[in-house]
């Protein structure tokens, strides 16, 4: 399938999942499973099965997962909505990474690392993805999290299907950068 349709159909299904589900008259439960058969049927877009399967195995960040018994989707992470994906807390390793543009970095140094819309910060466990997502939004900084710091502190970290690590905040004394 072509690569543009591919991405704008994930882009479609993440803003679904992830933040407007009532956009298409979609309900999902509490832990933001959808029905695969509704979300085709509601969906403006030409859903079916076998797209969002492929969209849901190729996709390179593995935002989805489909149910084992084939018939619910979910976003892994990264809702605005309030959704329990039923996470347990998880030890971090030492260090963990954030991407960012350095146009955002005085306020995260002051602030430190907030969810702002979202149910949890998002961090990587490698310096490859943590430039990606920087990357994203302009000239590269890479935050380092000392997780160890902040576990002793009685901070809890989370791990997502797709292996992003998740807290619900980062204060700025666990931060150190890196610019690239």
């Known amino acids: 399938m072509d690569q543009n349709k591919m991405k704008a159909i994930s882009k479609h299904l993440s803003y679904i999942l992830r933040h407007k589900p009532d956009a298409i008259g979609l309900t999902l439960d509490p832990q933001g499973w959808a029905d695969i058969d509704e979300l085709i049927s509601k969906s403006p877009k030409r859903l079916t099965r076998d797209l969002i399967s492929e969209i849901v195995e190729n996709n390179d960040k593995q935002r989805f997962i489909i149910s084992e018994e084939c018939s619910r989707i979910r976003a892994n992470q990264g809702h605005s909505i309030s959704i329990d994906l039923g996470l347990k807390p998880t030890a971090p390793p030492d260090i963990l990474y954030h991407g960012t543009a350095t146009r955002f970095l005085d306020a995260i140094l002051e602030q430190g690392l907030k969810k702002m819309n979202r149910q949890h910060v998002h961090l990587s ?56």
């Not at 380092?144 to 002793?152: K, L, Y």
């Open 125 to 180: 466990a490698d310096l490859e993805t943590a430039t990606k997502v920087g990357t994203r939004h302009g000239k590269v900084v890479i935050l380092f999290v000392d997780t160890r710091a902040m576990v002793r502190e009685g901070h809890d970290f989370y791990i997502s299907n797709n292996g992003v690590w998740l807290t619900n905040h980062v204060p700025p004394q666990y931060l150190s950068q890196s610019e690239h």
